[in-house]
């Protein structure tokens, strides 16, 4: 039977059947999640070690920190016939139950954002691929597809100044071509919100669309052809 790679140290190691998770139901991990972090085990080893509590009055072990890993071993064990050796632990101090449980939500709890500039610059340093980031980690704070199209992809936004950008499209000539700019919007509304500003797609549709009822435009064609005329961007 395979065998879960260790690499790490604790300050003890305990079996997995002698860990009991403390989290209950406050984090869910859905099937793609565990796929995502089943394959990083894999690869790679339990590489940190859980974070638990001594319990004077039950006299057992209770998980503060590392529960999803927990359950991704527990299911690699019990379902996929795995062998997974002693766990490194390291302890945390709670004077009660009680305690316990808020050091569980220290632990979940996030006191910063990842920022997209930085982890694009963390991606080249680790010499981590788009793909590789896509498929094996779990980054809530950062938009995949934006970013991807930000640092990634060669965005699809013509120069508006070429005559040649738009069939019948010149720039002096933008009030007369609706048509052309509906066609452009139209396959590439994504594109043209995102190439205003580096954030959410959602929010910057939600903030055009704003824009649409505060400018009185009939649609986002008219919009565009708004914000050019103001050369302002959209956040404004």
Sequence with gaps: MPEIKIACAGADTI????????????????????????????????????????????DCVWIIGGHQRHRVLTRLREKEDFIVPKLPVVFIEAKDIKEAHLRVLQDVS????????????????????????????????????????EYFEEPNVPNLTDADALPGFRA??????????????????KQIVLFYENSRFEEVLEKANALVQKWDCEDFSELFIELLDRQIEIDE
């Design 172 to 189: 002096e000539d933008k009030h007369k071509n609706e048509a052309s700019a509906n066609a452009y919007l139209n396959n590439n509304i």
């Design 110 to 149: 996030q006191y910063g954002n990842i920022d997209r500039q930085g982890l694009y610059e963390f991606m080249n340093k680790a010499e981590l691929e788009m793909k590789a980031l896509e498929e094996k980690f779990q980054l809530p704070d950062i938009d995949m597809e934006s970013f991807k199209f």
């Design 15 to 58: 079996d997995i059947a002698d860990l009991r998770p403390l989290q209950d139901n406050l984090k869910a991990l859905g099937e793609d999640q565990y796929q995502k972090l089943k394959t990083e085990i894999l690869e790679t080893g339990f590489a940190f070690p859980l974070a638990v509590w001594k319990d004077p009055q039950e």
